[in-house]
């Protein structure tokens, strides 16, 4: 059996990644500014991965994974964001923090030691960023998500990204408990604002319309809604 080095696994996770996450065309030049390294260096690396039937790559058409390369990319993936949140949960790290040291740990870890995370963490579905963390059978279980401007009153979901760029307006949010992976219900939307009410500790926050397009929510279904 091929060992993997550390360059094939990050080639294979970028490559799903663009493909699957940025949608975007994964030409040789988009994975080699991607990675950081010169086109010539992906061209050999996508052959000898294309050797070990890993990928599909044809010379100025683009690359995309096989099933055993996609296995691959989302073994790595899951074990990312299980180490994301881990350090965030487990040792207290900002959830900005976590990316790199996940970077250096993901090609490191057991099976074993990827059981043991999920076990502590209570096998959760979402990283602390609100990305979906693959199952252990390598499948990612996601509704799609929506702004929460256009969520009903009344309506609930789970936050599972802020897209706000300016970092002083999502710690300040963060603060008032609008953050990943937190679950908040629509309470009213007014013409300068939108009203929401942080579910476990019934907190009411009042954002306004343009950062309310770009909190998004994964709605839970009508059945969790009547029941919550």
Request: with cysteine.
């Amino acid at each position: 059996m091929t060992v993997l080095t550390e360059a094939m696994q990050d080639y294979l996770k970028t490559i799903w990644r663009l493909a699957h996450e940025e949608n975007v065309p994964v030409t040789t030049t988009a994975l080699a500014d991607a990675l950081g390294v010169r086109p010539a260096s992906t061209t050999n690396m996508l052959k000898r991965l294309a050797a070990l039937h890993l990928v599909k790559y044809e010379p100025y058409r683009g690359v995309e994974l096989t099933e055993a390369g996609e296995k691959v990319a989302l073994e790595v993936v899951r074990h990312h964001r299980l180490l994301e949140l881990y350090l965030t949960e487990a040792l207290g790290f900002p959830p900005d923090e976590v990316h790199e040291e996940a970077e250096r740990l993901e090609h490191h870890i057991s099976e074993a030691f990827e059981q043991a995370i999920a076990e502590q963490l209570g096998h959760p579905t979402h990283d602390p960023h609100g990305d979906p963390i693959p199952t252990p059978d390598l499948r990612l279980v996601s509704r799609p998500a929506r702004p929460l401007s256009e969520l009903d009153v009344g309506q609930e979901g789970y936050i599972r990204r802020v897209r706000i760029s300016a970092p002083e307006r999502v710690e300040a949010l963060a603060a008032e408990g609008v953050a990943p992976n937190v679950r908040v219900r629509v309470l009213d939307h007014r013409e300068q604002a939108c009203v929401v009410q942080i579910v476990v500790s019934g907190r009411e926050v009042v954002i306004v319309p343009d950062e309310a397009c770009d909190v998004l929510i994964e709605p839970l279904p009508e059945v969790e809604n009547e029941e919550g």
